[in-house]
């Protein structure tokens, strides 16, 4: 009878701790849901070249798989510490699906947005909504394939040719943006025109990354280069570019 007793016991005092433990865990994911301030969704349908939904990846995408993971672990890091959550944008985007974001996040796609797309961004944008879009060199996708100026136009920001400065490397200056210079990836690229320039290349000092600042309180920023938002610290033997930095920075600023 002891021994059952004792076991009995043993058993209550088990299930006890897993029940406390459980509790813990919803606390602190419902924590983490409250704490979630903004919401940046991350476009997806539109035949980007790096970024996925690692919820959706075909499996034969194989060795792609640990590349996306590490990009949206690292986005997640920096949304993170912004009170930000991240989501994805597997189709085609909408009002009604914007309008329950902060900040749209499009790099480097190479598939046409529909004219209604394209109004729903330009309308977003217009609105107050903020827009971060990255492009890169003819290599990875080109404005035939992409209509991505139809997204900016209105704003006064173009993507025009590719940059002739080949050579690796890039940095910041100080702007609202990224208040301190930092060092960031770059390695060919394609000439941003128009907005404020705050990323350039280190041979030729041509900018590949431009922001502005509506009226309404919309944000853009559109950069010719994707290396630094896909977290590449390093590049051609250099180990310190400050990516992170960088996407905290701009992240930060996009959703203040």
Known sequence: MKNQRNTAEASHGYWKIVLTIAMAIF?????????????????????????????????????????VEYLIGELSKNAGSLGTQVGFLNGAIT?????????LFIHIPSSTYSNEEVK?????????????????????????????????????IQFGENS?????????????VIKNPLKVTYHGGRVVKGGTPFCFN??????FGVFTTLKSGGKVIAMGDGMTPLYMTSWNGVDDYQCSEFMGGVLGWLLE
Not at 95 to 103: G, I, R
Not at 202 to 207: A, D, G, R, V
């Open 95 to 103: 009002p009604a699906q914007l309008a329950k974001c902060d900040l």
């Open 27 to 67: 606390s602190l994911n419902h924590l983490m849901s409250q704490s979630a301030k903004h919401t940046i969704l991350v476009d997806v349908a539109h035949g980007q070249k790096f970024y996925n939904n690692p919820n959706k990846m075909n499996p034969s995408a194989g060795s792609d798989a640990p590349r």
């Open 120 to 156: 729903a961004i330009t309308d977003y944008v217009s609105k107050g909504g903020s827009l971060f879009l990255v492009m890169e060199e003819d290599y990875w996708s080109t404005l035939r394939q992409t209509n991505t100026n139809d997204l900016i136009r209105p704003f006064g």
């Open 202 to 207: 280190s041979q030729t000092k041509e900018p």
């Open 164 to 176: 002739t400065d080949s050579l690796s490397g890039g940095f910041t200056k100080p702007t609202p």
